[in-house]
Antibody, heavy 120, light 113 residues
Framework: QVQLVESGGGLVKPGGSLRLSCAAS????????MSWVRQAPGKGLEWLLY????????YDADSVRGRFTISRDNAKNSLYLQINSLRAEDTAVYYC?????????????WGRGTLVTVSS | DIVMTQSPDSLAVSLGERATINCKSS????????????LAWYQHKPGQPPKLLIY???TRESGVPDRFSGSGSGTDFTLTIGSLQAEDVAVYYC?????????FGQGTKVEIK
């Protein structure tokens, strides 16, 4: 069964850091580009970053550049998101999502998300 | 960045009736070399992950009921739910994957009238 499971969310103070994980099962992670997408309370979906299958290339949105870092460990079939200098506006559910193929860059598998709350 | 704008923001439709959601991109997401529109639709229910419904603007994902259909090209797209069922209550998003950053519409909330 193809599945993504995020973990690592929680309550963190402004300025703090957090590392989110996404465990993949049922498929080979290295075969796919992977992304992180978030949804703030009452808001829509916002794509944040992607990483290629080999991890050799990364693209991040302007809104998170310099604070968010995506990485992967294909041997562990896991994806990560390091978030630094957290702000209240980073409060959101964070989803990892699989891009179908290198040519078909839509998201065909999503995790259930992990909630990050930034508050003092 | 390509801005995706959906309309309406919400709509209420009677069970069995048609629901139509529009999505407009600020620039064309049609790639002439392969004749494809780089546009996807997702369904998002509370407490669940988003679910892929349609890709390439018109291709239904495996397992998605055939009451869901996508149409359009270039900058104007439509998601149609042919006969609304109770389980279709959700927020629907369009997304372009033509050019990074990938961008989503603001979402359209579909409810039962």
């Amino acid at each position: 069964q193809v599945q993504l499971v995020e973990s690592g969310g929680g309550l963190v103070k402004p300025g703090g850091s957090l590392r989110l994980s996404c465990a993949a099962s049922g498929f080979t992670l290295s075969d796919h580009y992977m992304s992180w997408v978030r949804q703030a309370p009452g808001k829509g979906l916002e794509w944040l970053l992607y990483i290629t299958g080999s991890g050799g290339a990364i693209y991040d949105a302007d809104s998170v550049r310099g604070r968010f870092t995506i990485s992967r460990d294909n041997a562990k079939n896991s994806l990560y998101l390091q978030i630094n200098s957290l702000r209240a506006e980073d409060t959101a559910v964070y989803y990892c999502a699989r891009e179908r193929t290198e040519e078909s860059r839509y998201f065909d598998v999503w995790g259930r998300g992990t909630l990050v709350t930034v508050s003092s | 960045d390509i801005v995706m704008t959906q309309s309406p923001d919400s709509l209420a439709v009677s069970l069995g009736e048609r629901a139509t959601i529009n999505c407009k991109s600020s620039q064309s997401v049609f790639y002439s070399s392969n004749n494809k529109n780089y546009l996807a639709w997702y369904q998002h229910k509370p407490g669940q992950p988003p679910k892929l419904l349609i890709y390439w603007a018109i291709t239904r994902e495996s397992g998605v009921p055939d009451r869901f259909s996508g149409s359009g090209s270039g900058t104007d797209f439509t998601l149609t739910i042919g006969s609304l069922q109770a389980e279709d209550v959700a927020v629907y998003y369009c997304q372009q994957y033509y050019r990074t950053p990938w961008t989503f519409g603001q979402g359209t909330k579909v409810e039962i009238k």
